[in-house]
Protein backbone atom coordinates (compact mmCIF):
# COMPACT_ATOMS: atom_id res chain seq x y z
CA UNK A 1 0.00 0.00 0.00
CA UNK A 2 1.59 3.65 -0.86
CA UNK A 3 -0.82 6.00 -0.79
CA UNK A 4 -1.53 9.88 -0.14
CA UNK A 5 -3.72 11.20 2.12
CA UNK A 6 -5.09 14.71 1.14
CA UNK A 7 -7.54 17.26 2.80
CA UNK A 8 -7.15 20.34 4.94
CA UNK A 9 -6.01 20.28 8.68
CA UNK A 10 -8.71 18.41 10.79
CA UNK A 11 -10.20 16.80 8.19
CA UNK A 12 -9.59 13.09 9.62
CA UNK A 13 -5.67 12.44 7.83
CA UNK A 14 -4.05 11.77 10.89
CA UNK A 15 -6.90 9.37 12.52
CA UNK A 16 -7.25 7.21 9.49
CA UNK A 17 -3.68 7.05 8.61
CA UNK A 18 -3.11 5.93 11.77
CA UNK A 19 -6.03 3.05 11.76
CA UNK A 20 -4.88 2.37 8.37
CA UNK A 21 -1.22 1.62 9.42
CA UNK A 22 -2.22 -0.34 12.21
CA UNK A 23 -4.78 -2.85 10.03
CA UNK A 24 -2.32 -3.04 6.95
CA UNK A 25 1.02 -3.06 8.51
CA UNK A 26 2.77 0.02 6.89
CA UNK A 27 4.34 2.91 8.09
CA UNK A 28 2.47 6.07 9.07
CA UNK A 29 4.70 9.26 7.73
CA UNK A 30 2.72 12.47 9.34
CA UNK A 31 4.99 15.28 8.51
CA UNK A 32 3.87 17.39 10.91
CA UNK A 33 4.76 14.97 13.38
CA UNK A 34 8.35 14.34 12.10
CA UNK A 35 8.34 18.20 12.67
CA UNK A 36 6.86 18.78 15.68
CA UNK A 37 9.60 15.64 16.92
CA UNK A 38 12.01 17.37 15.49
CA UNK A 39 11.01 20.72 17.88
CA UNK A 40 10.65 18.92 20.75
CA UNK A 41 14.57 17.67 19.87
CA UNK A 42 15.95 20.89 19.64
CA UNK A 43 17.32 19.45 16.34
CA UNK A 44 18.67 21.33 13.60
CA UNK A 45 15.54 20.84 11.26
CA UNK A 46 13.80 21.68 14.83
CA UNK A 47 15.37 25.13 14.97
CA UNK A 48 14.11 25.92 11.40
CA UNK A 49 10.63 24.71 11.69
CA UNK A 50 9.51 25.54 14.76
CA UNK A 51 8.17 29.57 14.10
CA UNK A 52 6.58 27.86 10.63
CA UNK A 53 4.83 25.07 12.69
CA UNK A 54 3.42 28.01 15.42
CA UNK A 55 2.31 30.44 13.28
CA UNK A 56 0.77 27.71 11.13
CA UNK A 57 2.50 28.23 8.54
CA UNK A 58 3.98 25.99 5.88
CA UNK A 59 7.99 24.93 6.46
CA UNK A 60 9.99 25.75 3.09
CA UNK A 61 9.43 23.17 0.05
CA UNK A 62 13.62 22.28 0.38
CA UNK A 63 13.62 21.49 3.97
CA UNK A 64 10.77 19.39 3.39
CA UNK A 65 11.60 17.76 0.63
CA UNK A 66 14.82 16.72 2.11
CA UNK A 67 12.92 15.33 5.16
CA UNK A 68 10.47 13.06 2.72
CA UNK A 69 13.72 11.52 0.77
CA UNK A 70 15.40 10.44 4.07
CA UNK A 71 12.01 8.40 5.47
CA UNK A 72 10.82 6.77 2.17
CA UNK A 73 14.44 6.00 1.62
CA UNK A 74 14.73 4.39 4.79
CA UNK A 75 13.90 0.16 5.70
CA UNK A 76 10.77 1.41 7.44
CA UNK A 77 8.94 2.25 4.05
CA UNK A 78 9.87 -0.84 1.99
CA UNK A 79 6.46 -2.35 2.90
CA UNK A 80 4.66 0.18 1.56
CA UNK A 81 3.31 3.89 3.51
CA UNK A 82 0.44 6.39 4.24
CA UNK A 83 1.41 9.73 3.72
CA UNK A 84 -0.71 11.93 6.22
CA UNK A 85 0.38 15.63 5.32
CA UNK A 86 2.84 15.59 2.37
CA UNK A 87 2.96 16.93 -0.32
CA UNK A 88 1.03 20.70 0.57
CA UNK A 89 2.51 22.90 -2.31
CA UNK A 90 2.41 21.78 -6.11
CA UNK A 91 6.12 21.90 -6.04
CA UNK A 92 6.26 19.29 -3.17
CA UNK A 93 4.26 16.99 -5.23
CA UNK A 94 6.30 17.94 -8.52
CA UNK A 95 9.49 16.83 -6.11
CA UNK A 96 7.84 13.69 -4.89
CA UNK A 97 6.82 12.62 -8.37
CA UNK A 98 10.74 12.83 -8.97
CA UNK A 99 11.05 10.88 -5.57
CA UNK A 100 9.08 7.96 -6.73
CA UNK A 101 10.34 7.97 -10.13
CA UNK A 102 14.19 7.58 -8.87
CA UNK A 103 13.40 4.94 -5.97
CA UNK A 104 10.99 2.86 -8.31
CA UNK A 105 7.99 3.57 -6.42
CA UNK A 106 4.77 3.02 -7.97
CA UNK A 107 1.67 5.29 -6.32
CA UNK A 108 -1.74 3.47 -5.60
CA UNK A 109 -3.99 6.41 -5.05
CA UNK A 110 -4.76 9.77 -3.77
CA UNK A 111 -7.40 9.95 -1.26
CA UNK A 112 -9.03 13.18 -1.21
CA UNK A 113 -11.05 13.68 2.64
CA UNK A 114 -13.80 16.68 2.13
CA UNK A 115 -14.93 18.26 5.13
CA UNK A 116 -16.45 21.79 5.89
CA UNK A 117 -15.12 25.05 6.68
CA UNK A 118 -17.22 25.50 10.05
CA UNK A 119 -16.43 22.32 10.86
CA UNK A 120 -12.62 22.24 10.50
CA UNK A 121 -12.62 24.99 12.84
CA UNK A 122 -14.68 23.35 15.48
CA UNK A 123 -12.53 20.40 15.09
CA UNK A 124 -9.37 22.17 15.35
CA UNK A 125 -10.14 24.11 18.45
CA UNK A 126 -11.83 21.35 20.32
CA UNK A 127 -9.22 18.60 19.32
CA UNK A 128 -7.17 17.13 22.14
CA UNK A 129 -3.70 15.67 21.37
CA UNK A 130 -2.23 12.38 23.00
CA UNK A 131 1.55 12.99 23.97
CA UNK A 132 2.74 9.68 23.77
CA UNK A 133 0.49 7.80 20.91
CA UNK A 134 -0.80 10.78 18.75
CA UNK A 135 -4.32 10.51 18.91
CA UNK A 136 -6.64 12.55 18.45
CA UNK A 137 -9.63 13.53 20.16
CA UNK A 138 -12.45 16.03 20.45
CA UNK A 139 -13.07 17.55 24.40
CA UNK A 140 -16.43 16.72 24.03
CA UNK A 141 -15.86 13.10 23.43
CA UNK A 142 -14.21 13.06 27.38
CA UNK A 143 -14.94 13.21 30.04
CA UNK A 144 -14.19 16.51 32.03
CA UNK A 145 -11.59 17.34 34.13
CA UNK A 146 -8.20 18.73 33.65
CA UNK A 147 -6.15 15.69 34.52
CA UNK A 148 -7.98 13.34 31.45
CA UNK A 149 -5.94 11.28 30.34
CA UNK A 150 -5.69 9.60 26.46
CA UNK A 151 -8.34 6.83 25.97
CA UNK A 152 -6.06 5.02 24.27
CA UNK A 153 -2.94 4.69 26.25
CA UNK A 154 -3.40 6.47 28.97
CA UNK A 155 -0.79 9.12 27.88
CA UNK A 156 -0.93 12.99 28.44
CA UNK A 157 -3.26 14.93 25.99
CA UNK A 158 -2.39 18.06 25.18
CA UNK A 159 -3.81 21.74 22.84
CA UNK A 160 -1.45 21.56 20.37
CA UNK A 161 0.03 25.26 19.94
CA UNK A 162 -1.58 25.99 16.07
CA UNK A 163 -5.17 24.54 17.67
CA UNK A 164 -6.48 28.12 18.69
CA UNK A 165 -9.08 29.28 17.16
CA UNK A 166 -6.87 32.39 15.22
CA UNK A 167 -4.41 29.41 13.99
CA UNK A 168 -6.70 27.15 12.72
CA UNK A 169 -8.11 29.80 10.57
CA UNK A 170 -4.53 30.85 9.35
CA UNK A 171 -4.08 27.19 8.67
CA UNK A 172 -7.41 27.20 7.25
CA UNK A 173 -6.10 30.03 4.71
CA UNK A 174 -2.97 28.92 3.83
CA UNK A 175 -4.89 24.80 2.85
CA UNK A 176 -7.19 26.75 0.76
CA UNK A 177 -4.31 28.74 -1.56
CA UNK A 178 -1.33 26.48 -1.54
CA UNK A 179 -2.21 22.98 -0.09
CA UNK A 180 -6.54 22.43 -2.30
CA UNK A 181 -4.89 23.44 -5.90
CA UNK A 182 -3.18 20.03 -4.91
CA UNK A 183 -6.61 18.55 -5.67
CA UNK A 184 -6.49 19.15 -9.63
CA UNK A 185 -3.16 17.86 -9.83
CA UNK A 186 -3.72 14.47 -8.76
CA UNK A 187 -7.49 14.64 -10.16
CA UNK A 188 -5.59 14.57 -13.69
CA UNK A 189 -4.27 11.22 -12.64
CA UNK A 190 -6.22 8.20 -12.51
CA UNK A 191 -5.60 7.54 -9.04
CA UNK A 192 -7.61 10.39 -7.51
CA UNK A 193 -10.72 9.69 -5.05
CA UNK A 194 -12.40 12.27 -3.28
CA UNK A 195 -14.36 10.99 -0.08
CA UNK A 196 -17.15 12.26 2.64
CA UNK A 197 -14.75 13.23 5.42
CA UNK A 198 -17.87 14.41 7.56
CA UNK A 199 -19.29 10.98 8.53
CA UNK A 200 -18.09 9.35 11.27
CA UNK A 201 -14.66 7.94 11.79
CA UNK A 202 -15.72 4.43 11.35
CA UNK A 203 -17.97 4.96 7.99
CA UNK A 204 -14.63 7.15 6.60
CA UNK A 205 -12.43 4.01 7.82
CA UNK A 206 -14.83 1.58 5.65
CA UNK A 207 -15.49 4.18 2.52
CA UNK A 208 -11.04 4.13 2.58
CA UNK A 209 -11.28 0.28 2.67
CA UNK A 210 -13.62 -0.36 0.18
CA UNK A 211 -11.05 2.15 -2.28
CA UNK A 212 -8.17 0.36 -0.74
CA UNK A 213 -8.98 -3.20 -0.38
CA UNK A 214 -9.10 -5.31 3.32
CA UNK A 215 -6.11 -6.94 4.35
CA UNK A 216 -5.03 -10.12 3.52
CA UNK A 217 -5.85 -11.32 7.24
CA UNK A 218 -8.68 -9.53 7.61
CA UNK A 219 -10.89 -11.25 4.44
P1 LIG B 1 -0.02 18.79 10.63
O1 LIG B 1 0.35 18.03 11.84
O2 LIG B 1 -0.07 17.96 9.39
O3 LIG B 1 -1.26 19.63 10.82
O4 LIG B 1 1.18 19.84 10.36
C1 LIG B 1 1.51 20.80 11.34
C2 LIG B 1 2.43 21.85 10.75
O5 LIG B 1 3.64 21.25 10.27
C3 LIG B 1 1.89 22.60 9.55
O6 LIG B 1 1.03 23.66 9.91
C4 LIG B 1 3.20 23.11 8.92
O7 LIG B 1 3.74 24.18 9.66
C5 LIG B 1 4.11 21.91 9.11
N1 LIG B 1 4.05 20.96 7.98
C6 LIG B 1 3.63 19.66 8.03
N2 LIG B 1 3.71 19.08 6.82
C7 LIG B 1 4.19 20.03 5.98
C8 LIG B 1 4.48 20.08 4.59
N3 LIG B 1 4.29 19.00 3.79
N4 LIG B 1 4.94 21.24 4.07
C9 LIG B 1 5.17 22.32 4.84
N5 LIG B 1 4.89 22.36 6.15
C10 LIG B 1 4.41 21.23 6.73
Known sequence: MRIILFGPPGSGKGTQAKLLSDRYGVLHISTGDLLREAVANRTELGQKAKE??????????????GLIREVLGSDRARNGFILDGFPRTVAQANDLDRLFEEMGIRLDRVISLRVEHDEIIRR???R???KQCRSVFSEAQLPSGDDTRCPSCGGTLYHRKDDTPETARHRLEVYLKDT?????????TDRFTQIDGMKKIDEVQR????????PPSAS
Do not use: A, H, W
Open 207 to 214: LIEDIVGV
Open 124 to 126: LTY
Open 128 to 130: LTC
Open 180 to 188: KPLKDFYRQ
Open 52 to 65: YLDGGDLVPDSIMV
